[in-house]
Nanobody, 124 residues
Framework: QVQLVESGGELAQAGESLLLSCVLS????????MGWFRQAPGKEREYIAV????????YYADSVKGRFAIYRDIGKNTVYLQMSRLRPEDTAVYYC?????????????????WGQGTQVTVSS
């Protein structure tokens, strides 16, 4: 059974950086397209960033483009979200997800496995 466990979420001040980690177990990381999503209270879960299993193609939501970066370390079976220049509106629970599909997608419903989430709070 594939499991994803996020970590690294914490309280940060606006302008600071955080690195989120997501460890995949029960599978091999290069099998999956990977994504990061976030959900604030009262809002729907939204796409942030995805990376194709080939580690060549990446897409970012406009809200984080230029500030966040998704990448993975195959040897550690870990995908990362490097968050820079954090803003209060980045406050949310952040989830990583894995997709077994053929094509890289930003569609939430296409992702097969999800982590439990990690809280990121950005204060001004």
């Amino acid at each position: 059974q594939v499991q994803l466990v996020e970590s690294g979420g914490e309280l940060a001040q606006a302008g600071e950086s955080l690195l989120l980690s997501c460890v995949l177990s029960g599978g091999t990381l290069d099998t999956y397209h990977m994504g990061w999503f976030r959900q604030a209270p009262g809002k729907e879960r939204e796409y942030i960033a995805v990376e194709g299993r080939s580690r060549v193609t990446r897409y970012y939501a406009d809200s984080v483009k230029g500030r966040f970066a998704i990448y993975r370390d195959i040897g550690k079976n870990t995908v990362y979200l490097q968050m820079s220049r954090l803003r209060p509106e980045d406050t949310a629970v952040y989830y990583c997800a894995a997709d077994e599909g053929l094509s890289l997608t930003i569609e939430l419903d296409e992702f097969d496995y999800w982590g439990q989430g990690t809280q990121v709070t950005v204060s001004s």
